[in-house]
C-alpha cells in the first residue's frame, strides 16, 4: 500500500500563488509517474498536470504557463506551483501515483483550494 499526503491547499486571492506538496509513503518501491488532479464543485475530476520518474511532464491546456510540477525522487514528494490563480482553478486537488511494478494506482485525500475574484 502508498500512502499520498497532500498539504498546502487553502484560499487565495486572483492573481495570487500557492504551492501544493504531497509525499508517498508505504510500499514506495518502483513509484512511477506522479500527477496532480482537480475536481471542481459538481464537476469531473481532471488531470492538471503529470511527472514521470525522469521528469518528464505533461499539462493541461487550462494550466500551462502558469503551473508547473516538479518531483524530488529522494523524498518521494510531488510538488504543485501554481501562479496567476484564477476563481476557475478553485477545485479539490488530488495527488496521484503509480507504482511501475505491479500498475497499483493510488489518490490522496485531497486539498481544497479556494480561489476569490
Known amino acids: 500500500q502508498v500512502q499520498l499526503v497532500e498539504s498546502g491547499g487553502g484560499l487565495v486571492q486572483a492573481g495570487g500563488s500557492l504551492t501544493l506538496s504531497c509525499a508517498a509513503s508505504g510500499s514506495i518501491f518502483g513509484l512511477n509517474t506522479m500527477a496532480w488532479y482537480r475536481q471542481p464543485a459538481g464537476k469531473q475530476r481532471e488531470l492538471v498536470a503529470g511527472?514521470?520518474?525522469?521528469?518528464?511532464?505533461n499539462y493541461a491546456d487550462s494550466v500551462r504557463g502558469r503551473f508547473t510540477i516538479s518531483r524530488d525522487n529522494a523524498k518521494n514528494t510531488v510538488y504543485l506551483q501554481m501562479n496567476s490563480l484564477k476563481p476557475e482553478d478553485t477545485a479539490v486537488y488530488y495527488c496521484?501515483?503509480?507504482?511501475?511494478?505491479?500498475?497499483?494506482?493510488?489518490w490522496g485525500q485531497g486539498t481544497q483550494v479556494t480561489v476569490s475574484s
Open positions: 511527472i514521470g520518474r525522469g521528469g518528464n511532464t
Open positions: 496521484w501515483s503509480d507504482i511501475a511494478r505491479t500498475r497499483a494506482a493510488y
